[in-house]
């Protein structure tokens, strides 16, 4: 799938008594710049509550196998905390970061001006809001719910096109 595009090269693990063909995994590619900003080439896509790449991949293209490109064309590098997390996956992570009291996932993380002013005041602002540590969070993973993705009569030209990046690195 996704390092059966990535060139091989020769590496050892005993200075050079033995040397091994192997898959170059550190590589790193991206798309360039021009095809990050092609509207044309993209839909939006809401992730839906537990969905994961390979998921939105095979609902959309038939096949698990794109997840791939979906992660890369959103710069997700780690797709633990960089994708949208579902709502018992969140309650994990804010009870692991903050604590697994009540007290402390419903804990005050930051004021803000008001419900409708997002401006991060100090506790002593007039009519501040109260933002509690999962709202923050939960926050957070929204931004993350909205992605970029091919559409399908484009996705073989940008595999391709990744074929040849990842080439040439």
């Given at each position: ?7 091989l ?87 692991t ?52 993705v ?20």
């Amino acid at each position: 799938m996704y390092f059966e595009k990535f060139p091989l090269t020769t590496y050892s693990m005993d200075q050079g008594q033995s040397i091994q063909v192997i898959t170059d995994i550190v590589r790193r590619a991206t798309f360039n710049d021009f095809i990050k900003n092609n509207f044309v080439l993209f839909d939006e896509y809401d992730i839906v509550d537990g969905e994961k790449p390979e998921i939105v991949s095979h609902n959309l293209y038939g096949s698990v196998e794109y997840y791939w490109v979906i992660l890369l064309l959103n710069d997700i590098i780690d797709p633990r905390y960089d994708w949208c997390l579902s709502s018992g996956d969140l309650l994990e992570y804010v009870s692991t970061k903050y604590g697994s009291s009540e007290a402390n996932i419903f804990g005050t993380h930051h004021y803000e001006a008001s419900s409708t002013n997002p401006l991060i005041v100090d506790s002593t602002y007039p009519g501040r809001v109260s933002i509690t540590n999962y709202e923050h969070e939960n926050s957070e993973n929204e931004k993350k719910r909205r992605i970029r993705v091919v559409k399908s009569e484009y996705l073989s030209a940008i595999v391709d096109e990744f074929r040849k990046i990842i080439k040439n690195g």
